[in-house]
C-alpha cells in the first residue's frame, strides 16, 4: 500500500520558469514531509521539509506547500535551473519516525 | 533553514572493516537525534533515537554491538557499522531535533554505504 504517491513520473520545464511538483498522501497522522533531489549514482539529497502545523515553508528557490485537508503537497523550484534535472522524491514521516517515500518524479529543465 | 551535516555521503569498504557516520547540526543544538535505514525497495526504518549524554534507545531488531551510537555533544551524533558485512550495504539518514524549537526536526542528507 503506497502510502505516498507521486503521480506524474516525469515533468519538463523550460529554464527560468516554475517548477511544481506534486506529492499526496493516504495517512493524515504524518508529522513531517521531506523533498529529496537524486542524481543518478548518487543517494538522494534532502531539499527541504514541513511541519504538519505549517503551510509553507521557503528556502531560496525551493518552496514546499502543504494542504492538509487535502492530504497534498507540492515543491515549486523557481528559477528553474538546468542543473535542477534530477529525480524528486517526496517523503513523510509517521509518529514513530518512520519515512515513507513517494516513487519520484523525475524533472528535466530544458535550458 | 536549519542544516544537518552528514559525512560522508558516499562510502565503500571491505568486509569486516568498521565505518563511521558523522551526524552535525551546524547551527542549532540537539538534544535528540534519530537514526535511519533504508532496506531494498522499502522505506527508510527508524534504527535508533539517540539522546545527548545518554545511551541510544534502539528499536527492535537492531544491533546494539553491531550499530554503535555515540551522541557525545549537543550538535554531534556518530553511527559506526562495526565489522560490517555486505548485507549492511544501505542508505542512512540521520535527523536532528532543534532543541529550542520543540518538535522541529532537521535531516541530513543521508550516507551510501556499500559493503564489498
Known amino acids: 500500500d503506497q502510502q505516498v504517491k507521486q503521480n506524474s513520473p516525469s515533468l519538463s520545464v523550460q529554464e527560468g520558469r516554475i517548477s511544481i511538483l506534486n506529492c499526496d498522501y493516504t495517512n493524515s497522522m504524518f508529522d513531517y514531509f521531506l523533498w529529496y533531489k537524486k542524481y543518478p549514482a548518487e543517494g538522494p539529497t534532502f531539499l527541504i521539509s514541513?511541519?504538519?502545523?505549517?503551510d509553507k515553508n521557503e528556502d531560496g528557490r525551493f518552496t514546499v506547500f502543504l494542504n492538509k485537508s487535502a492530504k497534498h503537497l507540492s515543491l515549486h523550484i523557481v528559477p528553474s535551473q538546468p542543473g535542477d534535472s534530477a529525480v524528486y522524491f517526496c517523503?513523510?514521516?509517521?509518529?514513530?519516525?518512520?519515512?515513507?517515500f513517494g516513487t519520484g518524479t523525475r524533472l528535466t529543465v530544458i535550458p | 533553514g536549519a542544516v544537518v551535516s552528514q559525512h560522508p555521503s558516499w562510502v565503500i569498504c571491505k568486509s569486516g572493516t568498521s565505518v563511521k557516520i558523522e551526524c552535525r547540526s551546524l547551527d542549532f543544538q540537539a538534544t535528540t537525534m534519530f537514526w535511519y535505514r533504508q532496506f531494498p525497495k522499502q522505506s527508510l526504518m527508524l534504527m535508533a533515537t539517540s539522546n545527548e549524554g545518554s545511551k541510544a534507545t534502539y528499536e527492535q531488531g537492531v544491533e546494539k554491538d553491531k550499530f554503535l551510537i555515540n551522541h557525545a555533544s549537543l550538535t554531534l551524533s556518530t553511527l559506526t557499522v562495526t565489522s560490517a558485512h555486505p548485507e549492511d550495504s544501505s542508505f542512512y539518514i540521520c535527523?536532528?531535533?532543534?532543541?529550542?524549537?520543540?518538535?522541529?526536526?532537521?535531516f541530513g542528507e543521508g550516507s551510501r554505504l556499500t559493503v564489498l
Open positions: 535527523s536532528a531535533q532543534d532543541r529550542l524549537r520543540t518538535g522541529e526536526l532537521f
Open positions: 514541513i511541519s504538519s502545523i505549517k
Open positions: 517523503a513523510a514521516l509517521t509518529g514513530a519516525n518512520n519515512l515513507f
